[in-house]
Every structure is written in structure tokens, then in C-alpha cells.
């Protein structure tokens, strides 16, 4: 089993940068596949990206490719998530999951979820 922690969101202009962290506990986390969701007001939850096991591959939803990047740190048990180029309709709470089987875009494949944290982009 895996818990997960993320932090790093907060207020930010339109157009600029927020990098979220997601910590690990236990020792298994290169075992995961690792995902990043958000979800805003009023909308159901939606995938971000997705990050393999020895992150060699990345999956990205199309409203973020070429802003956002997903990286990981096996040896800190950190995924993260940098967001450039910020828009308003990012403006969401982002989660962080995990899964063992596969990287995938569906939620309902992720075992363990983070409790999120807020992200606010200001216009």
C-alpha cells in the first residue's frame, strides 16, 4: 500500500508556472505507475497525465500537451507536475494516483489517490 501527499499549488497569474509535488510513503513506490488528475468546480474529475513505473513513458491529455510535464524521483518517491503557461481553466483541485498495472487515462484504474491540492489561476 501505498499514501500520497501533494503539495505545491496556490495562486497564480494567467501565464505563469506552479510545479506540484506528490510524496510517496513505503518503499514500493517505483512499483507504480503514477497519474495526475484535477477536477473544478462543478465538473467531474478529469485526467492530466500519467507517468510509468521508470518514467520512460508519459501520457498527457490533449488540454495540456506541450504545458505541462510529468517527471518522477524513484529515489525520493516524488512525481511531480510542472505547469507552464497557466491558464484560467486550469483552475481546478489536482490529484495524484497510483496504480501497478498500467499507465492509463482512466480513473477508475488508479488504487490510491492523494487528497489533493488546490490550484487558482488568476486572469
Known amino acids: 500500500q501505498v499514501q500520497l501527499v501533494e503539495s505545491g499549488g496556490g495562486l497564480v497569474q494567467a501565464g505563469g508556472s506552479l510545479r506540484l509535488s506528490c510524496a510517496a510513503s513505503g518503499r514500493t513506490f517505483s512499483s507504480y505507475n503514477m497519474g495526475w488528475f484535477r477536477q473544478a468546480p462543478g465538473k467531474e474529475r478529469e485526467f492530466v497525465g500519467g507517468?510509468?513505473?521508470?518514467?520512460?513513458?508519459?501520457l498527457y491529455a490533449d488540454s495540456v500537451k506541450g504545458r505541462f510535464t510529468i517527471s518522477r524521483d524513484n529515489a525520493k518517491n516524488t512525481v511531480y507536475l510542472q505547469m507552464n503557461s497557466l491558464k484560467p481553466e486550469d483552475t481546478a483541485v489536482y490529484y495524484c494516483?497510483?496504480?501497478?498495472?498500467?499507465?492509463?487515462?482512466?480513473?477508475?484504474?488508479?488504487?490510491?489517490w492523494g487528497q489533493g491540492t488546490q490550484v487558482t489561476v488568476s486572469s
Open positions: 494516483a497510483g496504480n501497478r498495472i498500467i499507465v492509463t487515462r482512466i480513473e477508475a484504474q488508479y488504487e490510491y
Open positions: 507517468i510509468s513505473r521508470s518514467g520512460g513513458s508519459t
